[in-house]
Structure formats: structure tokens, C-alpha cells
């Protein structure tokens, strides 16, 4: 159970908001959340934490009986259970209200007595999945036959019991685990490496002006309007990673290496299948994605002709990518205008989705405004079960915020019928799964934008944005994925790989992926060495292609719901309410669409190829003129 603890401690980074001089009272109660709602009161909270630090202890005395019937099994798992639930209650308490204003210290020590039990509950529950993991499989089975409360813990049990094979003698994961020492040092070394001592190549621009390429630098001028000026950017930028591609190679290499061993010792076939083994995902997930993705790159290809054709270029080159497709168009929205946009982009979903969605503004589920020391961004939580979500925002007008909205709000009713539906232990959703809710709404807001636009300029520039997010987001982020899966099978093969081997494979594919040898988008030499400026190959293990998943699957169901109405629709539902019920691939295809067909590929690039029409339409009107 304490595996849960962590995924709430991760949520939140301590980043205030800079920006804002509005002090937290100066806000209409109508904008702020509504934290009584959990707790009246600090009191309140401080009662629940008290009695979870006494009754934690109690947790203790289960060990060494849940093997021994049904009835101590689940008496163990409910006491539990209900602990759990209480400490996700109040932590979300905590962190929401240090959220309010990270200057506040009594608030930061509210969190502080949280970190402290959740590290009590982690050690007092360290004995409860290896002793679980020891009840033989039969014995399971005998279990929930005869105590048929236990199947509400069904999930929980079977993710820890098909770890079986996978699991060492206790001897061989000592051994394994005192390795954990040294897991980290490549991605320790790339980040001295890549934050610190490489040096930043310095450019002069056009204008004159001495640049220092640091990463901020890099990422401002890579998108500037002279054109020599962003190759030359580019061009310097890789080109000084480039001249340490053997050490980078060497290290990329050791990470690599160590995936492999760590899989190897535990038993799986390939470093894929261990990494995808967490959310107990078959790894045709992973190489449908690819397989896919490459079967349609004649519509990257397109994406990439009209991007030639809207920047006014003869010839497109991989350093013109960054540049903007279309201006920015100022939309504003207040608060008030951007929840009335929402409760109509969303009808689709229908009238319980759009209930709720009312419920949640007008309830006060949602902080809207930036504040002194609030902490920056925007997250959605519902740990709070028996409650109701939370949404921290910073409204700022534009559309972006209507957009953050619409993602967050995804979230957030994912987790408000998951509650409602499920056992809290099921309630909580797979990371594979979460993002899926968040894109669909923001699929549905783009849409009505495009629909109800008041300009051809406005429209252009909603269906630009979105053009490349689905360019960036599925092919470029695949590519990762593919790159990442080439060095590891590479390493698991027995070959060696060396930052040489590693320009190849990249420049291979990005060459393949942008259509360099058709001429739709020029991949010059220095961009093989653009692997060692992408921190994630060492920071995560197959972990980017998640990226593309999400966005496939959320753009695939709207499109789904499109083209056969209602009963798509209410297959939606069952992820909405699914929460962690089954494994995400079932879940997934109960909503409509199997990630293990060519569908969910298809039914996005039908998506893409549609907003290139509508793009290349208007186009066409002002060409004509
Ligand atoms: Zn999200």
C-alpha cells in the first residue's frame, strides 16, 4: 500500500508563482476552492493525523497472519484500506492549503507532519506486499472464493501476485537492491554534464548581438525569424554536443546496459517488457504505436509541405521547425466566459459530464487566481475520496487558460465517477490511462473554437497549434520511442553501441520520419547528434512514448464519439468510471478502441488530415484574393 504514498509526494513541486501582486483576499470567495469541504478546520485535520499516527502502529500487528485465512487476509487489507483512504484525505487537505501560498511556513509544516507519516505508514506496511506475494496462487484462489468482501481488492492483490515470476529469492534482491546505489549515475554524469560543464557555444546573430547558447538561450533563438540566424543556432548548438559523442555515447550506453541487467536479473525477456511490466502493459502496445506510426508518415509529410508552404519557403529544413506556424491571435476570457465555453464545448459528453462540470464551479472545487506565493501552474487532484476533486489554477485570461481548464477538468471528473463508482482502492487510475480524459476535453475545446471561431485568422490559428501539437506530440515524441527501443535491443543482442552507433540509428530515423530523401523537410548532418541533447533517454526508462499514447487514444475516442454518437459515448464512460478496475489495454478498449489495433492510429490521422483541409481551405480563400 505505501506505493501509493509516493505518487502523492511526487505531485507536488514547491514552485511559487512570481508573478502576481494580488494578495489571497483580495479574491472572491467564488474563485477560490473550498477546502472546508474536506476539513472545517486545521483542528479538524489535526485530529485525523493524530488518530492516523496511533492507529498506524496497529497496521504492525497484521504481520505474519495474512497468509493464514481469508478472513485475517481481509481484515488486514480493510483496516488498511480505511488508513489509507484517511491519509489521502488529508494529505490533499495539506498540500492544497501550503498550496494557497508557499510563504505561509505554519501551511509547509502541515505537509512536513505528512511526509513524516507517510514514511511511518511505509515502514509499517514494508512487510505487507512480499508477505502477500507468498500466498501461494491456489491459496488466492481459495481465498476469494470464500470471503467474497475480497474482491474488492482483487486489483490490488493480483498486481502484486503476478510479480511472482519476476520476483528473486530474498538473498538475490539484497544483492540486486544494493545496486541501487550506483542506478542513478548516468543520469547523475549527463546532468553534471549537459547543467554545468559543457560549454555553451557562443553565436553572433545577425543583428550583432553575442549569444550564449544556454538551454533558455537555445530555446528562445532556435524560433527567430531570421532564417540564417535559427540555422545557425541549431547548427552550433548540436554541433558542441556533438563534439563529445563518444563520452555521451559511453554514458547513454551504461544506462542503457544497466536496464538491461536489472531486467535480465529479474527474469523478463527485454528491458521494453520489464519497464512496461509496472501498468502491465504487453509490450505490442509499445510496437503497435511504432508500426503504426511509421505506416503513416505520408501524413507527417504533409504537415510538413503545408508548413513549407505557410512559412513561404522553397525548401524546409529540420532548423525551420520551431519557427510558428501561424501569428498569435489574442483571445481573452474571463473566468466566468471561459466556464461558459466549457459547459458547451462539452455537451457532447452529455448531460451527467455537463451536470458535474457545473457542480464543480459551483461548488468551489476550483482556485482560479494567481495570488502572492500561491504555487505556479495547474494540477487536479482527487485523493480526497469521499470529498470531491480539487483544481489549482492560474487564470490569465487567454485561451490558454480556458485550454489548461479544459485539461484539468478532464482529470478531474475522470477521478470524480471513478470515486463514485469504485472501491477506493480501485478509484486511483493508471498513469497509461490518466492523460486520456484530459485530451479528449481539450480535442472537444479545440473543436468548438474552430467551430465558433469569429475570424479565419482565429480559426487558422486554433487549427495551427493544434496541427503541431499532434506533429510535435505523436511523430516526434515516436521517434524517441523508437530510437530508444533500437539502442536497447542493440545492447540486449550482445552488439555494442557507441555514440557513433547512436548518430546512425538517430540519424536514420529522423531522416526516415521527416521525409529528407522525398525532399519534404531537409534533416542536415548535425542533427544526428540531437539523441544527447534529450535529457529523457537518460532520466526515464520508456517512459515518453506515453506522450503519443495519450494524445492518440484521447484525439481517437473523440473522433470515435463523432462518427457513432451516443453509444461511443457511453463506452467513454467506462474509463471515466473505471478508475483502476481492470489493467489500461481492457479498460481502453471498453471505452471503444483497442490500442493493440491499427484504430487509434487511424482515427487521429483521419483527425489530422481533416484540420489540414480546413487549413489549406482558408488558405486557399486568401491566396485567392
Ligand atoms: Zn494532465
Given at each position: 500500500?505505501?506505493?501509493?504514498?509516493?505518487?502523492?509526494?511526487?505531485?507536488?513541486?514547491?514552485?511559487?508563482?512570481?508573478?502576481?501582486?494580488?494578495?489571497?483576499?483580495?479574491?472572491?470567495?467564488?474563485?477560490?476552492?473550498?477546502?472546508?469541504?474536506?476539513?472545517?478546520?486545521?483542528?479538524?485535520?489535526?485530529?485525523?493525523?493524530?488518530?492516523?499516527?496511533?492507529?498506524?502502529?496497529?497496521?504492525?500487528?497484521?504481520?505474519?497472519?495474512?497468509?493464514?485465512?481469508?478472513?485475517?487476509?481481509?481484515?488486514?487489507?480493510?483496516?488498511?484500506?480505511?488508513?489509507?483512504?484517511?491519509?489521502?484525505?488529508?494529505?490533499?487537505?495539506?498540500?492544497?492549503?501550503?498550496?494557497?501560498?508557499?510563504?505561509?511556513?505554519?501551511?509547509?509544516?502541515?505537509?512536513?507532519?505528512?511526509?513524516?507519516?507517510?514514511?511511518?505508514?511505509?515502514?509499517?506496511?514494508?512487510?505487507?506486499?512480499?508477505?502477500?506475494?507468498?500466498?501461494?496462487?491456489?491459496?488466492?484462489?481459495?481465498?476469494?472464493?470464500?470471503?467474497?468482501?475480497?474482491?474488492?481488492?482483487?486489483?490490488?492483490?493480483?498486481?502484486?501476485?503476478?510479480?511472482?515470476?519476476?520476483?528473486?529469492?530474498?538473498?538475490?534482491?539484497?544483492?540486486?537492491?544494493?545496486?541501487?546505489?550506483?542506478?542513478?549515475?548516468?543520469?547523475?554524469?549527463?546532468?553534471?554534464?549537459?547543467?554545468?560543464?559543457?560549454?555553451?557555444?557562443?553565436?553572433?546573430?545577425?543583428?550583432?548581438?553575442?549569444?550564449?547558447?544556454?538551454?533558455?538561450?537555445?530555446?528562445?533563438?532556435?524560433?527567430?525569424?531570421?532564417?540564417?540566424?535559427?540555422?545557425?543556432?541549431?547548427?552550433?548548438?548540436?554541433?558542441?554536443?556533438?563534439?563529445?559523442?563518444?563520452?555521451?555515447?559511453?554514458?547513454?550506453?551504461?544506462?542503457?546496459?544497466?536496464?538491461?541487467?536489472?531486467?535480465?536479473?529479474?527474469?523478463?525477456?527485454?528491458?521494453?517488457?520489464?519497464?512496461?511490466?509496472?501498468?502491465?502493459?504487453?509490450?505490442?502496445?509499445?510496437?503497435?504505436?511504432?508500426?503504426?506510426?511509421?505506416?503513416?508518415?505520408?501524413?507527417?509529410?504533409?504537415?510538413?509541405?503545408?508548413?513549407?508552404?505557410?512559412?513561404?519557403?522553397?525548401?524546409?529544413?529540420?532548423?525551420?521547425?520551431?519557427?510558428?506556424?501561424?501569428?498569435?491571435?489574442?483571445?481573452?476570457?474571463?473566468?466566468?466566459?471561459?466556464?461558459?465555453?466549457?459547459?458547451?464545448?462539452?455537451?457532447?459528453?452529455?448531460?451527467?459530464?455537463?451536470?458535474?462540470?457545473?457542480?464543480?464551479?459551483?461548488?468551489?472545487?476550483?482556485?482560479?487566481?494567481?495570488?502572492?506565493?500561491?504555487?505556479?501552474?495547474?494540477?487536479?487532484?482527487?485523493?480526497?475520496?469521499?470529498?470531491?476533486?480539487?483544481?489549482?489554477?492560474?487564470?490569465?485570461?487567454?485561451?490558454?487558460?480556458?485550454?489548461?481548464?479544459?485539461?484539468?477538468?478532464?482529470?478531474?471528473?475522470?477521478?470524480?465517477?471513478?470515486?463514485?463508482?469504485?472501491?477506493?482502492v480501485k478509484s486511483d487510475y493508471a498513469t497509461f490511462v490518466a492523460e486520456i480524459a484530459?485530451?479528449?476535453?481539450?480535442?472537444?475545446?479545440?473543436?468548438?473554437?474552430?467551430?465558433?471561431?469569429?475570424?479565419?485568422?482565429?480559426?487558422?490559428?486554433?487549427?495551427?497549434?493544434?496541427?503541431?501539437?499532434?506533429?510535435?506530440?505523436?511523430?516526434?515524441?515516436?521517434?524517441?520511442?523508437?530510437?530508444?527501443?533500437?539502442?536497447?535491443?542493440?545492447?540486449?543482442?550482445?552488439?555494442?553501441?557507441?555514440?557513433?552507433?547512436?548518430?546512425?540509428?538517430?540519424?536514420?530515423?529522423?531522416?526516415?520520419?521527416?521525409?529528407?530523401?522525398?525532399?519534404?523537410?531537409?534533416?542536415?548532418?548535425?542533427?544526428?547528434?540531437?539523441?544527447?541533447?534529450?535529457?529523457?533517454?537518460?532520466?526515464?526508462?520508456?517512459?515518453?512514448?506515453?506522450?503519443?499514447?495519450?494524445?492518440?487514444?484521447?484525439?481517437?475516442?473523440?473522433?470515435?464519439?463523432?462518427?457513432?454518437?451516443?453509444?461511443?459515448?457511453?463506452?467513454?464512460?467506462?474509463?471515466?468510471?473505471?478508475?483502476?478496475?481492470?489493467y489500461s489495454p481492457e479498460l481502453i478498449k471498453d471505452a471503444g478502441i483497442d490500442p493493440?489495433?491499427?484504430?487509434?492510429?487511424?482515427?487521429?490521422?483521419?483527425?489530422?488530415?481533416?484540420?489540414?483541409?480546413?487549413?489549406?481551405?482558408?488558405?486557399?480563400?486568401?491566396?485567392?484574393?
Amino acid at each position: 500500500m505505501h506505493k501509493i504514498l509516493l505518487t502523492i509526494a511526487l505531485l507536488f513541486f514547491l514552485t511559487n508563482n512570481a508573478f502576481s501582486q494580488v494578495e489571497r483576499d483580495q479574491v472572491e470567495d467564488k474563485h477560490k476552492w473550498n477546502l472546508a469541504d474536506i476539513y472545517p478546520s486545521v483542528e479538524a485535520w489535526q485530529a485525523d493525523v493524530d488518530m492516523l499516527n496511533t492507529e498506524v502502529e496497529k497496521l504492525g500487528d497484521f504481520k505474519g497472519t495474512l497468509g493464514e485465512s481469508s478472513e485475517s487476509l481481509y481484515k488486514a487489507l480493510s483496516f488498511g484500506n480505511d488508513l489509507v483512504k484517511t491519509l489521502w484525505q488529508s494529505w490533499i487537505y495539506a498540500s492544497n492549503l501550503s498550496n494557497e501560498n508557499l510563504n505561509i511556513s505554519e501551511n509547509q509544516a502541515l505537509l512536513q507532519q505528512m511526509r513524516a507519516l507517510g514514511t511511518k505508514f511505509g515502514e509499517v506496511t514494508a512487510y505487507m506486499e512480499p508477505e502477500i506475494l507468498q500466498i501461494p496462487k491456489e491459496k488466492i484462489e481459495q481465498f476469494f472464493a470464500e470471503k467474497p468482501e475480497l474482491a474488492d481488492y482483487d486489483m490490488y492483490i493480483d498486481n502484486i501476485q503476478r510479480l511472482r515470476e519476476h520476483t528473486l529469492t530474498e538473498a538475490e534482491e539484497k544483492i540486486l537492491a544494493s545496486f541501487g546505489l550506483i542506478a542513478g549515475n548516468q543520469n547523475e554524469v549527463y546532468g553534471i554534464f549537459n547543467n554545468a560543464e559543457k560549454p555553451f557555444p557562443k553565436v553572433t546573430l545577425s543583428t550583432g548581438e553575442e549569444v550564449e547558447l544556454t538551454a533558455s538561450a537555445y530555446s528562445k533563438y532556435r524560433t527567430a525569424e531570421n532564417r540564417a540566424d535559427r540555422e545557425l543556432v541549431m547548427k552550433s548548438l548540436f554541433e558542441s554536443y556533438g563534439d563529445f559523442k563518444n563520452m555521451l555515447g559511453a554514458n547513454l550506453g551504461g544506462k542503457v546496459k544497466k536496464d538491461w541487467v536489472y531486467a535480465k536479473n529479474r527474469k523478463y525477456e527485454s528491458s521494453l517488457e520489464a519497464a512496461l511490466n509496472s501498468d502491465n502493459l504487453p509490450t505490442a502496445v509499445y510496437s503497435t504505436l511504432i508500426e503504426q506510426v511509421n505506416n503513416n508518415l505520408p501524413t507527417l509529410h504533409r504537415a510538413l509541405d503545408l508548413k513549407k508552404r505557410m512559412l513561404g519557403l522553397d525548401e524546409l529544413h529540420y532548423y525551420d521547425l520551431y519557427v510558428p506556424l501561424v501569428k498569435k491571435v489574442d483571445m481573452s476570457f474571463t473566468v466566468e466566459e471561459g466556464q461558459n465555453v466549457l459547459l458547451d464545448a462539452l455537451k457532447p459528453l452529455g448531460n451527467e459530464y455537463v451536470t458535474v462540470l457545473q457542480k464543480s464551479y459551483d461548488d468551489r472545487w476550483i482556485d482560479y487566481i494567481p495570488t502572492v506565493g500561491k504555487r505556479s501552474g495547474a494540477y487536479s487532484t482527487g485523493g480526497a475520496y469521499d470529498v470531491h476533486p480539487y483544481i489549482l489554477m492560474n487564470w490569465t485570461d487567454d485561451f490558454e487558460s480556458v485550454s489548461t481548464l479544459a485539461h484539468e477538468l478532464g482529470h478531474t471528473m475522470h477521478s470524480y465517477f471513478s470515486n463514485k463508482t469504485q472501491p477506493f482502492v480501485k478509484s486511483d487510475y493508471a498513469t497509461f490511462v490518466a492523460e486520456i480524459a484530459s485530451t479528449v476535453n481539450e480535442n472537444l475545446l479545440n473543436d468548438y473554437m474552430v467551430a465558433n471561431a469569429k475570424s479565419d485568422e482565429e480559426k487558422l490559428y486554433i487549427l495551427g497549434s493544434y496541427l503541431e501539437l499532434l506533429r510535435t506530440t505523436i511523430f516526434r515524441q515516436t521517434s524517441f520511442a523508437e530510437f530508444e527501443w533500437e539502442i536497447h535491443k542493440k545492447v540486449e543482442a550482445g552488439e555494442p553501441i557507441t555514440g557513433e552507433g547512436m548518430c546512425e540509428i538517430y540519424f536514420d530515423i529522423v531522416k526516415r520520419y521527416y521525409g529528407h530523401d522525398a525532399g519534404h523537410c531537409v534533416v542536415d548532418d548535425y542533427i544526428q547528434y540531437e539523441w544527447s541533447y534529450i535529457p529523457h533517454f537518460l532520466g526515464y526508462n520508456y517512459y515518453v512514448f506515453q506522450y503519443a499514447t495519450s494524445l492518440i487514444y484521447g484525439t481517437a475516442l473523440v473522433e470515435n464519439m463523432m462518427e457513432n454518437g451516443q453509444p461511443a459515448v457511453d463506452a467513454y464512460y467506462n474509463i471515466l468510471k473505471g478508475g483502476g478496475s481492470k489493467y489500461s489495454p481492457e479498460l481502453i478498449k471498453d471505452a471503444g478502441i483497442d490500442p493493440m489495433s491499427p484504430e487509434p492510429v487511424q482515427l487521429t490521422m483521419q483527425k489530422m488530415n481533416r484540420v489540414m483541409d480546413q487549413m489549406e481551405e482558408i488558405l486557399g480563400k486568401t491566396e485567392d484574393n
